[in-house]
């Protein structure tokens, strides 16, 4: 009668091994993963309502969990700490490359602009010439209409 229910409750569902240390559990399927296996999921980081938070699914159900990644409870309990590095890393890498692209799309934005800016002006001056042209005519029938 005497089932060792603590053994089975620390299993990771991954690797099979016993967890010893931090234990990621799912709170909807019960489903416990070690931090080695936790490490080696999918993960995503998003930005929801000016928060970073990082997702990733349960193995088991599919669940989407978010953790925040600013919290320092959350860094200590998911072992964060080489997933923040790898992420920077990597988005530095990326931020190259799209510095890269983007120097071809600022020439572009530039010229347009330019064209923009230079047909503002041209809209500008038709503004004012008609308000002042405008304003000319009123005057004159005013100064008509008065004698
Ligand atoms: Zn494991
Ligand atoms: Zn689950």
Do not use: W
């Not at 999918?42 to 309502?49: E, H, R, V």
């Amino acid at each position: 009668m005497n089932i060792d229910t603590n053994n089975t409750n620390n299993e990771c569902s991954i690797c099979l091994n016993i967890i010893d240390g931090h234990k990621i559990d799912c709170i909807r399927c019960n489903n416990k993963n070690c931090l080695e296996c936790f490490n080696k999921m999918d993960k995503k980081i998003k930005y929801i309502d000016k928060n970073v938070v990082l997702e990733y699914k349960c193995p088991q159900c599919q669940l989407e969990v978010s953790i925040d990644i600013f919290d320092t409870n959350n860094i200590i309990k998911y072992d964060l700490n080489k997933f923040i590095k790898d992420y920077i890393i990597e988005l530095n890498n990326g931020l190259i490359q799209s510095n890269i692209s983007n120097n071809i799309l600022n020439s572009r934005l530039m010229e347009l602009q330019f064209i923009f800016r230079n047909f503002y002006n041209i809209i500008k001056m038709v503004y004012i010439f008609d308000k002042v042209l405008l304003l000319g005519i009123t005057t004159i029938i005013f100064i008509a209409y008065k004698n």
